[in-house]
């Protein structure tokens, strides 16, 4: 198991630090100098990520899976509910876009179909991006601010 995430709970501050090691971190954690004390590796890391190991614990995982709940039940993030709000106006823009190109052209009005045309294609584009963003937040939940 490769450790990508360290999780550090930190007492004193009453914070959950989630740190996605760099490739460099990573590469350092795994060398000679660390070899079987993946401890001392963190204490290098002190000042970078702004915690002690003296007033934490910690734990490394080689996924991120973050769950928060609340009343019981797992709480929706709002940033996913954000997105997928995004996604929909996105679509509903695009198939606008598209019945007025549609239209447009019809009349025989080539510039004002082309003009609408890309218009589709933006929409288009951000349905796509948003949905990339979704399907890259494997567990939104940790995005949530109050």
Not at 121 to 138: C, N
């Amino acid at each position: 198991m490769e450790p990508n995430y360290v999780f550090i709970l930190d007492f004193t501050q009453g914070i959950l630090n989630i740190i996605h090691l760099t490739p460099e971190e990573l590469a350092r954690s795994q060398s000679e100098e660390y070899e079987g004390d993946f401890e001392s590796f963190l204490s290098t890391l002190e000042e970078k990520y702004g915690f002690r190991l003296s007033n934490c614990q910690w734990m490394c995982s080689e996924t991120l899976s973050v769950y928060r709940y609340e009343n019981g039940e797992e709480a929706t993030s709002s940033l996913a509910k954000y997105l997928t709000s995004m996604i929909t106006k996105s679509e509903s823009d695009k198939e606008a876009w598209k019945i007025k190109a549609a239209k447009s052209f019809q009349r025989g009005e080539d510039e004002i179909a082309n003009i609408q045309r890309e218009r589709k294609a933006v929409a288009h584009g951000k349905v796509i991006a948003f949905q990339h963003i979704l399907s890259k937040l494997e567990y939104p939940n940790m995005y949530d601010k109050k």
